[in-house]
């Protein structure tokens, strides 16, 4: 015993004079034995928020993912559809159908337009016609309505929609849009990447975290595995960079590509909303303008073709404002759907959308009309001076 003792203290003091006379040689054995690198994020921490940690693995996706504003779950966009009540206006709406293209009889009393008798006058034949009405009667299966002159004319009443964009509180971190045709979401871009089976309704609003170009279209990431292709979705890319010439921090950006409008007010996004702008060849004209004129109701009516097939009369246009000569951004009951080129220049936009742009907007506040894609003509020379 005694024995052991003098090895196990002799031992000691053999590892004592190591350390005494060599510390920095077992300050680094020591050191070199306990650093094993750097850790791993955790999944829920990310590297751009200072975190002391590797972002590698689960997090280096999350990190990845929550930079496109995609988080998981989804951060829910910062807005709200605007009261409901902005897409009642006092008056009907009815379209006139004729075959041929006929003068459309005009009748100072009911039994006069049953009768086909005594017409006072005729709105003259077109494409497109629209009368607003006061009032209507159905009599032998046929619709007559009053308009507001207390005339009759045989007309079809119409429903317009009812669609309205999104009021935000605050900026949303990413981009987003609207489905403007039902749309089978894939799990990935492209053709090759099989649906999801989720089947998304015209009109939805959805996030837009990233976009990529395969198979000759543009594919637009709306989900953390769901993809919806360019043609069924139409994005507002959100830029709170004032164009340049606007002074007053307020403007209207018209985007023709995706046909978008976002309203923004001290460089936050504030609204934004689809619209129908002018179809080939009556593009709507790209540039900087000024709201020079706002009238709630506005009858609007012309032709571009020589024959004048094209005429259209349009009465009580709601919530009109000129900003390029001819060319306003107003309702347009006549559209069932918005998110496609359709006008003769103008700016449709729902009834809805129209009188809240009318209600927040001045004259003298910018219009900002532009084509990312390139595809719209920019020579003024092109342009006459526009219509519906």
Not at 193 to 215: F, I, M
Not at 229 to 250: L, S
Not at 253 to 280: H, K, M, P, W
């Amino acid at each position: 015993m005694r024995k052991f003792t003098i090895i196990l203290g002799s031992a000691l003091a053999l590892l004592g004079w190591a350390l005494f006379v060599h510390p920095a040689v077992a300050q680094s054995d020591a050191q070199t034995e306990n650093f094993m690198g750097d850790s791993l994020c955790l999944p829920e921490a990310f590297a751009q928020n200072g975190n002391d940690c590797l972002s590698a693995g689960p997090s280096q996706t999350l990190t990845k993912l929550d930079q496109q504003g995609l988080s998981i779950p989804p951060r829910p966009l910062p807005a709200a559809r605007p009261d409901a009540s902005l897409t009642v206006v006092d008056l009907g709406f009815a379209r006139i159908n004729l075959e041929d293209y006929e003068p459309a009889p005009v009748y100072a009393t009911l039994s006069d337009a049953v009768a086909q008798a005594n017409p006072v006058r005729s709105l003259d034949p077109g494409f497109i016609r629209y009368v607003s009405y006061v009032n209507w009667q159905e009599v032998d299966g046929k619709t007559f309505v009053q308009m507001s002159t207390g005339e009759w004319v045989r007309a079809g009443r119409a429903r317009y929609s009812g669609f309205q964009g999104l009021e935000f509180r605050s900026t949303p971190r990413n981009n987003f849009g609207w489905i403007i045709d039902q749309a089978a979401v894939r799990s990935g871009p492209g053709y090759a990447s099989p649906e999801t089976g989720s089947v998304l309704l015209r009109e939805s609003a959805v996030q837009v975290y990233d976009v990529v170009e395969l198979d000759g279209t543009k594919w637009y990431r709306i989900g953390l595995n769901d993809w919806v292709e360019r043609r069924f979705i139409r994005m507002v890319n959100v830029n709170t960079t004032p164009p340049q010439g606007v002074d007053n921090g307020r403007w209207i950006e018209v985007n023709l590509y995706e046909q978008t409008l976002s309203v923004y007010e001290n460089n936050q996004l504030r609204f934004a909303t689809l619209i129908t702008s002018g179809q080939d060849p009556f593009f709507t004209q790209p540039g900087i303008f000024q709201i020079y004129k706002k009238l709630e109701r506005e009858t609007m009516s012309g032709a571009f073709e020589a024959d004048r097939s094209d005429y259209y009369y349009l009465q009580d246009v709601p919530w009109t404002m000129y900003y390029d000569q001819a060319r306003a951004l107003h309702g347009a009951y006549w559209r069932a759907w918005f998110g496609y080129p359709g006008s003769h220049g103008c700016v449709n936009l729902s009834i809805g959308d129209a009188r809240y742009l009318f209600d927040w907007a001045r004259e003298g506040d910018w219009v900002y009309v532009w084509d990312p894609s390139g595809q719209t003509p920019t020579d003024p020379n092109f342009y006459g001076s526009g219509g519906a």
